[in-house]
């Protein structure tokens, strides 16, 4: 079984900058690849961004690049989201996601490659 709480969001405005934790358990984290998903209002969950095993390897969706950074720590079992220059469009429910066996890397942004999530953290971006 494995275990994933994520924490860190809330109420921010434009511009500002946030970091999202998620914190995992109950399984071999340091051997996974890790991803954050986030599922705006009506609509679906979309990738955001991934991290391999090491940290060496990252992969973000285009809307995020240059805004968003993602790592881990896996001696905490730890992995970040940094949000930098908050958009509106940014509110959502941000969920991670631990990776199956394996996941290559072209798969990172694959819902279906993930088999653990989160209950998700609220962040909500006001102008």
């Known amino acids: 079984q494995v275990q994933l709480v994520e924490s860190g969001g809330g109420l921010m405005q434009a511009g500002g900058s946030l970091r999202l934790s998620c914190a995992a358990s109950?399984?071999?984290?340091?051997?996974?690849?890790m991803g954050w998903f986030r599922q705006a209002p009506g609509k679906e969950r979309e990738f955001v961004a991934a991290?391999?095993?090491?940290?060496?390897?990252?992969l973000y969706a285009d809307s995020v690049k240059g805004r968003f950074t993602i790592s881990r720590d896996n001696a905490k079992n730890t992995v970040y989201l940094q949000i930098n220059s908050l958009k509106p469009e940014d509110t959502a429910v941000y969920y991670c996601?631990?990776?199956?066996?394996?996941?290559?890397?072209?798969?990172?942004?694959?819902?279906?490659?993930?088999?653990?999530w989160g209950q998700g953290t609220q962040v909500t971006v006001s102008l």
């Open positions: 996601a631990a990776g199956k066996n394996s996941v290559s890397y072209g798969d990172y942004g694959v819902f279906h490659e993930y088999d653990y």
């Open positions: 991290i391999s095993w090491s940290g060496v390897s990252t």
């Open positions: 109950g399984r071999t984290f340091s051997s996974v690849v």
